[in-house]
């Protein structure tokens, strides 16, 4: 194999600013010139943090060369990625015998779409590696041993709803991932920051008052990274038994309906909706990863849920959660 080709002119070790992470066994390192961006990854997956000296599974080495910034990507040849591949702009830098190296410019025009750039380049290699788990887009809550999990896509209502649940004594697993492990089916907690909407903030009045330099542009959206406090985050060590999925959907003016659906319907609810993250995976890996996920919904009840009303939400949400728990710990005793 090549030896890996040098960038002229640069030196990787002016990247003075600089962020490792450990998800599960993933491990990931950012180092970049340009502290803003550090700053608001290190606050997002703060939980992640980790001061290891190994060597990262991935590394992204961000800079900047005139007014364009490029990454060079270290990745160990052990894991999967898919990041990278088919893109033009894409230039090998050779490898050796663990590792691939790549350059590449990314043609953004403000820190906030670089940050949202990374964001994305870390999740998608972590979620391919993270074999351990099925894989769900949605945001999870946790009392005691029971979880509810909430699928949805952007604009649902999922974000509002976990962080609500959080400040009604839940404790907060993620509003990005149910990590669902396949060997026991518990649900391991993926906590970082809840990217709430302008829109939202008025619902809380711990986030009203809020400053323009206090919100972080995403998706061309105005957002606030929110964080539960700390005795309402989950630890890693702390997994919970998956007790509801709820499909909720944010829609103005309506009635709330809530109504219970079968393990098929929310399987095919979950593939419809992009949420089951698995399905990016190979044929055999999505077959596999499709049997486990129905395996999974069976032992839980799901619901749809529509609502315009968040305390309406939040009391039926509770309610039935409450009703699940009780009928399981009947089943026990019987």
């Not at 709430?196 to 959206?221: C, I, M, P, V």
């Amino acid at each position: 194999m090549g030896k890996p080709a040098k960038v002229p002119y640069y030196s990787i070790h002016s990247l003075e600013h600089r962020t490792t992470y450990d998800f599960y066994g993933v491990r990931c390192r950012i180092r970049s010139d340009i502290p803003s961006a550090i700053e608001v990854l290190r606050s997002s997956y703060r939980y992640f943090l980790t001061n290891s000296g190994e060597q990262a599974d991935l590394e992204l080495l961000i800079f900047t060369a005139g007014s364009n910034p490029y990454i060079i990507a270290r990745v160990a040849t052990s894991t999967k990625y898919s990041l990278f591949e088919g893109e033009e702009n894409i230039h090998s830098l050779g490898s050796d015998a663990s590792n691939r190296f790549l350059l590449f410019k990314i043609d953004i025009t403000s820190v906030e779409m670089l940050i949202e750039e990374i964001d994305y380049y870390v999740l998608d290699f972590v979620l391919l590696n993270l074999n351990q788990f099925i894989k769900i887009h949605a945001g999870v809550v946790a009392y005691g041993p029971g979880a509810i999990i909430i699928p949805g896509a952007s604009g649902a209502g999922k974000t509002t709803l976990t962080y609500a649940l959080t400040r009604e004594g839940f404790d907060l697993l993620s509003d990005e991932l149910a990590l669902i492990s396949t060997s026991s089916s518990d649900i391991y907690p993926f906590p970082r920051g809840l990217f709430l909407r302008r829109a939202s903030f008025d619902l809380f009045s711990e986030l009203r008052g809020k400053t323009r330099k206090e919100w972080f542009e995403l998706n061309s959206e105005r957002r606030y990274i929110v964080y539960p406090p700390a005795d309402r985050i989950r630890g890693f060590s702390k997994p919970a038994r998956p007790t509801l999925m709820i499909f909720a959907e944010y829609r103005k003016g309506s009635e709330l309906a809530i109504e219970e659906i079968t393990a098929w319907s929310a399987l095919v609810r979950l593939i419809d909706s992009s949420c089951l993250l698995d399905m990016a995976l190979s044929e055999q890996s999505r077959k596999r990863a499709i049997d486990a996920t129905l395996s999974f919904l069976n032992g839980l009840r799901c619901y749809n849920l529509v609502y315009y009303d968040l305390g309406q939400a939040l009391g039926t949400i509770k309610d039935i959660f409450t009703r699940t728990l009780c009928m399981k710990a009947g089943a026990k005793d019987e």
